[in-house]
Nanobody, 125 residues
């Protein structure tokens, strides 16, 4: 089973940018789609973005479309989330997860099987 470790979170001001990274161990990384989710205090975890196994297809939540970009480097076993124009409502713990599928992209958490521990992103106004 793949092990996932997120990094890159921090405290930033509104309008700033951050890039999150998720490093994976194991041989299956390049075979499956990956996703990013987030959980704000007092709220349920929600979908942010997903990318297919080769990176050709991506999916975004409406709330981040046009501001966030997901990408992956299979040679480095890493998936990234570039977050631009950050807003206070983007404040959350961000998690990466490995999908059960390679090409088809889902926003439902039940389609993801391995999760990282999360990295905190705090956006001040």
């Amino acid at each position: 089973q793949v092990q996932l470790v997120e990094s890159g979170g921090g405290l930033v001001q509104a309008g700033a940018s951050l890039t999150l990274s998720c490093a994976a161990s194991g041989r299956t990384f390049s075979s499956y789609a990956m996703g990013w989710f987030r959980q704000a205090p007092g709220k349920e975890r929600e979908f942010v973005s997903a990318i297919s196994f080769g990176g050709a297809n991506t999916l975004y939540a409406d709330s981040v479309k046009g501001r966030f970009t997901i990408s992956r480097d299979n040679a480095k076993n890493t998936v990234y989330l570039l977050m631009n124009s950050l807003k206070p409502e983007d404040t959350a713990v961000y998690y990466c997860a490995q999908s059960m599928y390679s090409s088809r992209l889902y926003s439902d958490q039940t389609h993801f099987r391995s999760w990282g521990q999360g990295t905190q992103v705090t956006v001040s106004s």
